[in-house]
């Protein structure tokens, strides 16, 4: 899916169980988190221009990867956005956790597939549901 698609989801997951005093914080960390698993297309090799194809949605979209990247998610984002708004490191990591975990569910939706299962297998698991760039489903989250 696109960064939008993504972020937009993760944002709307993270607000709908956050406090009322914190779903602005909450939707931030949603919307940046559930972007987060996509970085994993800076894993580039000058000796092997395809590198990146190989490791795109797989370990960072695993299902077993959720606590650990949404951790670091936390890590990065709870000193720069959240710990100046009261939240505690907790609670970071439950709205970045929230926003992260849609982010490998959502590309399943695609025909391009994801590696949700990694490390145990290396099966894509596309479900052909959604475009890649889909309005129809991102504007109505959006709105």
């Not at 698609?5 to 993270?14: E, F, I, M």
């Not at 996509?38 to 990867?65: A, C, G, Y």
């Not at 009261?86 to 695609?110: E, N």
Request: with cysteine.
């Amino acid at each position: 899916m696109d960064p939008l698609s993504q972020g937009v989801l993760g944002a709307s997951l993270s607000q709908s169980l956050s406090r009322k005093q914190h779903i602005v914080v909450a939707g931030i960390l949603g919307l940046l988190a559930g972007m987060s698993p996509d970085l994993d297309v800076l894993i580039r090799s000058h000796d092997d221009p395809l590198l990146f194809l190989e490791f795109h949605r797989q370990f960072t979209h695993s299902l077993f990867f959720i606590p650990i990247g949404s951790l670091i998610c936390s890590w990065v984002l709870h000193p720069l956005i959240a710990k100046r708004r009261g939240l505690s490191f907790k609670q970071s990591w439950l709205y970045c956790t929230l926003g992260y975990s849609t982010h490998a569910l959502l590309d399943s939706c695609t025909s391009y597939g994801t590696q949700l299962l990694w490390p145990f297998t290396n099966e894509r698991y596309a479900w052909s549901t959604v475009s890649v760039i889909d309005p129809i489903y991102t504007l109505p989250i959006l709105i």
